[in-house]
């Protein structure tokens, strides 16, 4: 109980002793609060425990005012004792309660002193329970000068689309992003406020969810679409098809040169082609993309030969569908994307090689980039044996098949007895065995072994 004194001016001088005493302790109280950083090894145990354990880690502790010792600080509203907390625990460091407790934060934000608040915002402004207290409590005009420094988490943006007049939502939004946590056409405060204006300002600075871009196209703004076209980075095989069969044509081309169609709808494309032999869309559509290893087979089966140089004048084949190449493709067609991408896979050697005109055989010899060489292993089981070629194809490699070695240096009867005996030669041996021009022998072994040159 406060004591009585009897004269005023005493009693004042006594609770102005009391004040200094009490601000004295407040500051001091303040000032020893810290942070303790403990430097830790890893143990044996620590390892046994989790297999992805650091070497060593740093652990904080803090040390000092319990949150209900700071609400009293922030209560006392003595402006140099709060501003010396807002600054003192914004430069702890490894533990949350350098922020200050929510509750010490909501009476800063309810007494609204410039000065506090700005020592707020200086550091990292109010936490998400406290936002909504300066939404509902603060003037209009407080606000506006608040959201040029900081803007408002989930909870005080959907506060905002729901309550704010539509130039001071534009006011938020030109400054912030908008930080959904969700966004659908049936919950999203954005989309339920619906106005174009507003929609239109989050999308030119906002990065697009898939969510998102499904409740711009259901609203079916074209102008709103287009320009989540170019923020979103996925857009749903559901709502790819609505755009293909209910999109206007600026839609679809915005789509498609950003996205691949889903291998159904390029599908589509081609049942089209095939039923009125239009090529219209698909070559609009290769203008900014590759086709898949299922849309390549399909289209070396249906497209036209100035479609066919059109998509290989821009990309090359999936090694799986080289096969199918030379099955439905012609002889001119395959020398064409052979002049241009020089190189088929082993399966397809093989196949070339046995089906191919000498001419283009040659070509591909001289011109192929490829690491291994198959081809070689493709072309010594082409019967009757082509040996210009194979004279070529060897010389061509002549540095990996050095000739230091026995069949080089022996004897003809030598030769014959190693290639009659069941010895199975190195791929070295062989082009050498070739190179002494003894068909007989060369065939013989050909015939009877495996060669690869792999």
């Known amino acids: 109980m ?21 601000h004295k302790r407040v500051m001091m109280m303040l000032d020893n609060a810290h942070v303790n950083c403990e430097y830790c090894l890893a143990t044996e145990e620590h390892y046994a425990m989790m297999s992805d354990c650091p070497s060593s880690w740093n652990e904080y502790s803090y040390v000092g005012p319990t949150p209900r010792e700071l609400e009293y600080v922030a209560n006392r509203g003595n402006v140099e004792e709060v501003l010396f907390m807002i600054n003192h625990f914004a430069e702890f460091v490894g533990v949350d309660e350098k922020y200050l407790p929510a509750s010490v934060q909501e009476i800063i934000a309810k007494r609204n ?45 959907e506060y905002i689309l729901k309550n704010w007049e539509k130039e001071d939502v534009l006011a938020y939004f030109s400054r912030h ?31 697009v969810s898939e969510e998102a871009f499904k409740g711009i196209w259901e609203r079916g703004n074209n102008e709103e679409i287009l320009f989540a076209l170019e923020q979103v980075s996925l857009v749903s095989p ?9 999109g206007t044509l600026e839609q679809k081309r915005k789509f498609v040169s950003r996205f691949k169609w889903d291998d159904m709808l390029v599908n589509e494309m081609f049942d089209k082609l095939d039923k009125d032999g239009v090529e219209d869309d698909l ?19 249906s497209v036209s030969t100035k479609f066919f140089k059109t998509y290989i004048s821009k990309y090359g ?14 002889d001119e067609e395959v020398r064409l994307y052979l002049e241009k991408h020089h190189c088929l896979s082993n399966e397809a050697e093989d196949i070339f090689f046995l089906k191919a005109s000498f001419k283009d055989k040659l070509f591909y010899i001289e011109t192929r980039k490829r690491p291994n060489l198959h081809h070689l292993t493709a072309l010594i089981k082409v019967r009757p044996v082509e040996y210009e070629l194979l004279s070529i194809a060897f010389l061509k490699h002549a540095d990996r098949f050095p000739r230091s ?25 062989v082009v050498a065995l070739f190179l002494l021009d003894e068909p007989e022998l060369f065939e013989k072994y050909i015939n009877t072994r495996d060669v690869d040159f792999d």
């Open 2 to 22: 406060e004591k009585e004194f009897s004269n005023k001016c005493v009693a004042d001088a006594a609770r102005a002793f009391e004040e200094k005493e009490e």
């Open 113 to 157: 002193n410039k000065i506090e608040v700005e020592a707020m915002m200086k550091h990292y402004g109010f936490c998400d329970e406290v936002q909504l207290v300066i939404l509902k409590e603060w003037s209009m005009e407080d606000l506006r000068w608040y959201i040029n420094f900081h803007g408002f988490d989930f909870s005080g943006q």
């Open 177 to 207: 992003k908008y930080g959904h946590r969700y966004f659908s056409s049936e919950i999203d405060p954005l989309l339920e406020r619906g106005d174009h204006d507003i929609i239109m300002c989050y999308l030119k600075k906002n990065y």
């Open 238 to 246: 559901e709502i790819q098809k609505k755009i293909f069969e209910k």
């Open 283 to 301: 070559l609009e559509y290769v203008e900014h993309h590759e086709l898949s290893v299922v849309c390549q087979k399909r289209m070396l089966a």
């Open 317 to 330: 084949l999936w090694e799986d569908v080289h096969t199918v190449l030379l099955f439905k493709r012609s």
């Open 405 to 429: 070695n026995e069949i080089s240096r022996s004897s003809k009867d030598r030769v014959k007895t190693i290639v009659n005996s069941s010895r199975v030669l190195s791929s070295t041996e």
